[in-house]
């Protein structure tokens, strides 16, 4: 009976500490999105809230929290309501398998906990990819509950876009797993071990050998990923341009802070997995980047360092490529996807599968 | 524990699927075949059959039901009474299921073990997605062939039904 009780306790209090930073991280990423824009645009960005605009998330939070919360008439109250909260916690719960730092047990009464992974279950990538097809039922339902055509349409372009990127993500992600040979991100993380070389894009064997990259599938992942997170140059679910702001047009005050929340932390979720999975996860580029010798017992630090930066660096390229390009007509949109991703993102899997055959790892 | 837990997914899955054709609203409707599907989900890993219930999730939730979703919200039917004529059909043959159920519980008799115990072979040590690739790749492998080529056959089908101005151009 204690031990149940430990466990739980160590696990509430994992799931705080991730949840905190990952909210926490969603404040800061509204902050940076609009200061990066703004610099790339020669603009300087928020300004007002305190110095240099640092206090805005404040603001924006503070504002949306007060904001009257309106249902529009002739809505189907009880989804418009739910439709939100879908979405958010179809984006929050995937993170209960990522791991943040090395893959160490810690001693705690008794009970051995892996300090840095909520859970390592031994399907881990195919629990993300369940909860992320589920964060669409949010958006449909949001769009069709609003009884608004601006709704109903983004939310029918949702629902195909999801689809069809989806699809990308999980086959990108095949190679991989062929590489590594587990579902389980602790274990593909472990497998990329020690330099920068042995991380999946490149996939050289760690005693040396014949690498089987993993490049083409790194660069049709990210691009779904940007897709399936609905950001430019992919947000045709939210075109403002063509549908006022798309699926949740209707919406205002927390239940739209709901939504918003949810489009970030999906954000910082398929980065942590594409730094997970491609990029080495914990892994530093080099043995001796990683603290070793007397603050050997600190190197779980810079791991976590090192996820953190390449997480970050992920969260950059969103922003980037966001105000670098235009945004795709719906026909491209769905013709990128199925013609081009979907025919690499095959190839890759029966050249990484011979590969794999004929030089096992 | 078990039992409980057995009793409580089951007692949902069969609300849920009368619901499905029940509910007068098609969107609801589609709720509730997700909600069942996810509690067969947690059949299967209450079987430690974790690999079979994220797929069930990822096919069926993910990506067939969010179809079917979308078809009704671009049909906009807010109510469908069609089918509910068909409510003394289904009834007459859902007494006849019912009834060989019962038939059929009677004739095995009462047995403690509701829930049945994970296998114990060594197939649960390597894992069950090793498991369920071995198996599918070497013990099924001809029906696993069939059944894909079963779905490109479908697949072909469709696309011919929906472009028959392909064939006469």
Redesign the interface.
């Known amino acids: 009976m204690f031990e149940v009780g430990v466990k739980i306790a160590v696990s509430l209090t994992q799931i705080s500490i991730v949840m905190g930073v990952v909210l926490l991280t969603v404040m800061f990423l509204t902050l940076a999105e609009r200061k990066v824009i703004g610099w790339m645009q020669d603009r300087m960005g928020p300004m007002e809230v305190g110095p240099y605009g640092i206090l805005q998330p404040i603001a924006d939070g503070l504002k949306l929290f007060f904001k009257e919360d309106i249902i529009p008439s002739g809505a ?1 109250k009880y ?1 418009f309501t739910l439709a939100p909260i879908i979405a958010l916690v179809a984006a929050l719960v995937g993170f209960a398998v990522i791991p943040f730092g090395p893959n160490m047990r810690v001693d705690v009464f008794g009970v051995q906990v892996q300090p840095f992974v909520i859970s390592d ?3 881990g990538i ?2 993300i ?3 992320t ?2 964060g ?2 949010g958006i ?2 949001g ?2 509950a609003s009884n608004s055509k601006y709704s ?1 349409l983004g ?2 372009r949702a ?2 876009q ?2 069809s990127y ?1 699809l990308n993500v ?1 086959l990108a992600i095949v190679g991989v797993l062929l590489l590594a040979g587990s ?1 389980s991100l602790v274990k593909i993380t472990e497998d990329q071990c020690c330099w920068i070389w042995n991380w999946f894009w490149l996939a050289v064997p760690r005693g040396g050998g014949v690498p089987i990259p993993q490049i083409l599938a790194f660069v049709v992942f990210v691009i779904s990923a940007v897709a399936e997170t609905n950001r430019l140059p992919f947000d045709l679910p939210e075109a403002e341009s063509e549908l006022v702001a798309g699926f949740f047009t209707e919406y205002s005050g927390m239940r739209f802070a709901f939504f918003f929340l949810a489009e970030y932390a999906n954000m910082i979720l398929v980065s942590c997995i594409a730094a997970a999975l491609f990029l080495g996860g914990w892994n530093a580029p080099a043995p001796f980047l990683q603290f070793h010798g007397s603050l050997e017992h600190l190197a779980w630090l810079s791991g976590i360092m090192w996820f953190a930066v390449k997480v970050y660096f992920f969260l950059f390229l969103f922003f980037w490529i966001r105000a670098t390009l235009p945004r795709l007509r719906y026909d491209q949109l769905m013709r990128f996807g199925w013609k081009v991703m979907l025919p690499i993102a095959l190839g890759n899997i029966v050249v990484t599968a011979i590969a794999a055959y004929f030089f096992p790892r | 524990m078990a039992q409980l837990l057995f009793f409580y997914l089951a007692g949902v899955i069969v609300l849920t699927a009368i619901l499905v054709v029940g509910l007068r609203n098609p ?1 609801y409707s589609v ?1 509730s075949l ?1 909600i069942m599907f996810f509690h067969v989900a947690g059949l299967y890993v209450s079987l430690h059959a ?2 079979l219930a ?2 069930q ?2 096919v069926y ?3 067939i039901l ?2 079917y ?2 078809v009704v ?2 049909l906009n039917v807010k109510r469908e009474d069609r089918y509910h004529y068909q409510f003394p059909i289904g009834a007459l043959l859902g007494v006849a299921i019912l009834t060989e159920a019962v038939v059929l519980a009677i004739q095995r008799g009462y047995s403690e073990d509701v829930v049945p115990s994970p296998p114990t072979s060594e197939l649960s040590f390597t ?1 069950n ?1 090793e498991a369920i690739g071995e198996s599918l790749f070497t013990t099924y492998l001809l029906p696993f062939e069939i059944a894909s080529l079963i779905l490109l056959v479908a697949m072909i089908g469709a696309i011919i039904l929906a472009k028959k101005d392909i064939l006469t151009r």
């Open positions: 189907n989804l279950i031994n399907i195919l629990y990819l369940a909860f097809s589920i669409a039922y449909i339902l769009g069709w109903l939310g029918l629902a195909a999801l689809i989806e999980g579902l | 969107i709720l997700l974790e690999f994220a797929v999730i990822i939730a993910g990506a969010v179809l979703l979308f919200m671009l894992g997605t």
